[in-house]
């Protein structure tokens, strides 16, 4: 069922104009970002002057519309200053802000607890379905660092080039990074055969045209108990799984590295991560879930078939991740001893829980195998439990399993460089393909 409108119709003049359909779109959701705000628009509006200057493109007008989700700092005060400096020099490039807690149905949303860059991405896919038609349209997180000029203008050849309905910026990434990807991306290669399935699942950056706006903004997710999930971190793995599911043709622009400005108001590793996995895996076996008559015929994956997580790429300088090992162990162990192992032990099969036996042993490291056999059982146990025991189980994934998974991880890799480190994270992956008949059998039990 699909939920209520959330915007009325008289108020879509207020916020993009009369009779507005610009060729191109480029949105940023924006929330306490005063520092970063004023560079990416600024990238963003000389990225767009550039395409539609260019006489190959059929480009003549478009707009920057940030999405606020209600900032306390001077972020709106910065917007509406480059607005005043922008829009009257003739360019072919307007801009817009707008406030979603002020809307009619999104401020009503946004007091149940629906709050997040999902929630301006719902909004964003209305407008563009239903008034805006713009054929190539840009959502970049309003705190980049690494943006510049140049990634509106080589993502829109590349969206031409490969003709895709959704074109996700990747990045290459310290070997500690992308904890939650490399499970992901395991998970659903048990789900797809001869699909690729992109390095980056959950970036946050991507270029979409009117057919992934149009089905996006039709989802019965919106509004739901998921959709609460999908309205924060699970935003990019919903839209990208759906669109890969509803087969619509995906291609990836490499660039660099990227830079966030706020990733430090997030915390530490083992305080933030456990939470945005919780929703990001709530959302990723919820999808499928609903789309399992899409794979459940196929036949498993080859070992060529499977693909590494990031381009490495010998002169970008990542980030340096620092996580304390001690600190990290310390943070799930409580939950995994009060509580989340007597649920898995209830829940597993015995072979999968004596994996947790043998972690306790060793000092909690999970082998490969390990770590494939028990997120394989996890996501097929999520469609088999009651409404509270799936978030008894989500809880369980994110703050101790998943933790145990990070750790290991960290284990594997902390001598390596990045491409023997990459060669590990490969290697993990096809111990998930290795199970998916396995993998088939726990989900048709229902």
Request: with cysteine; proline share 2%.
């Amino acid at each position: 069922m699909q939920s209520k409108p959330l915007i009325l119709e008289k108020e879509v003049k207020s916020l993009i104009g009369e009779d507005k359909e610009p060729d191109i779109v480029f949105f940023t959701p924006t929330l306490d970002v005063e520092n970063y705000i004023r560079h990416v628009l600024e990238c963003g509006y000389e990225g767009l002057e550039k395409v539609i200057k260019d006489d190959n493109n059929d480009v003549k007008t478009a707009m920057i519309i940030p999405i606020d989700s209600g900032s306390t700092d001077t972020t709106r005060d910065v917007i509406n200053k480059f607005i005043g400096e922008t829009n009257g020099n003739r360019r072919g490039i307007e801009t817009r802000l707008i406030d979603y807690t002020q809307l009619s149905g999104y401020k009503e949303r946004f007091e149940e607890g629906f709050r997040g860059k999902g929630i301006a991405w719902e909004l964003m896919f209305y407008l563009v379905a239903n008034h805006l038609k713009s054929k190539i349209n840009y959502s970049l997180d309003s705190d980049l660092i690494s943006i510049d000029k140049l990634w509106v203008p080589n993502a829109y050849d590349k969206s031409n080039q490969e003709k895709s309905n959704l074109l996700l910026y990747t990045y290459s990434r310290h070997k500690y990074d992308g904890s939650i990807t490399n499970i992901l991306k395991s998970l659903l290669k048990q789900t797809i055969r001869k699909k690729h399935v992109p390095n980056q699942i959950i970036g946050g950056d991507i270029v979409f045209d009117y057919r992934v706006a149009e089905h996006m903004s039709k989802s019965d997710i919106w509004g739901s108990d998921v959709g609460k999930d999908a309205s924060q971190y699970g935003t990019d793995i919903f839209v990208t799984q759906t669109s890969i599911f509803e087969d619509m043709n995906i291609a990836e622009i490499f660039s660099g590295k990227k830079e966030h400005g706020s990733t430090s108001k997030y915390g530490e590793d083992e305080k933030f991560l456990p939470r945005m996995a919780r929703q990001v895996f709530n959302v990723s076996f919820y999808l499928t879930g609903k789309y399992k008559d899409k794979w459940i015929g196929v036949l498993p994956l080859s070992e060529n078939d499977h693909d590494g997580q990031y381009p490495i790429i010998d002169n970008v300088e990542v980030k340096k991740v620092k996580v304390d090992q001690e600190k990290l162990r310390d943070s799930f162990l409580p939950y995994l001893d009060n509580g989340h192992g007597e649920f898995l032990n209830q829940h597993l099969s015995e072979g999968t829980y004596k994996h947790i036996v043998d972690a306790h042993n060793d000092s909690l490291y999970l082998s490969h195998d390990a770590r494939a056999d028990l997120w394989t059982e996890i996501a097929a146990l999520y469609h088999t439990l009651e409404e509270d025991k799936r978030k008894e189980l989500l809880d369980v994934a994110a703050y101790s399993v998943y933790g145990m998974s990070h750790y290991s991880h960290v284990r594997d890799v902390r001598y390596l460089d990045l491409k023997r480190a990459e060669k590990k994270v490969i290697n993990f992956g096809q111990k998930f393909v290795e199970r998916q008949p396995y993998f088939k059998k726990l989900m048709l039990k229902k």
